[in-house]
């Protein structure tokens, strides 16, 4: 039904929006710290957001469309 397309795209659109803000706030919050304390980003920045980018994103997905 057009209700189940309706709320797939919407919790599409939100999950790319949430993960997007939050993963670009780890990401300078890491730069940052990593900078601060004299370490290369480059080695830290990269694992983690390979890492946590899939398990974030899967996450939000599952727990907006369930919400919708």
């Given at each position: ?5 309706v ?55 599952v ?6």
């Amino acid at each position: 039904t057009w209700n189940r397309v309706v709320a797939l795209h919407l919790a599409s659109v939100v999950t790319g929006s949430a993960t997007s803000f939050m993963l670009s706030t780890l990401m300078v919050a890491i730069t940052l710290l990593a900078n601060k304390y004299g370490i290369n980003p480059d080695n830290i920045t990269t694992p983690v957001a390979g890492t946590t980018g899939d398990t974030v994103t899967l996450g939000f997905f599952v727990s907006f469309k369930s919400a919708f």
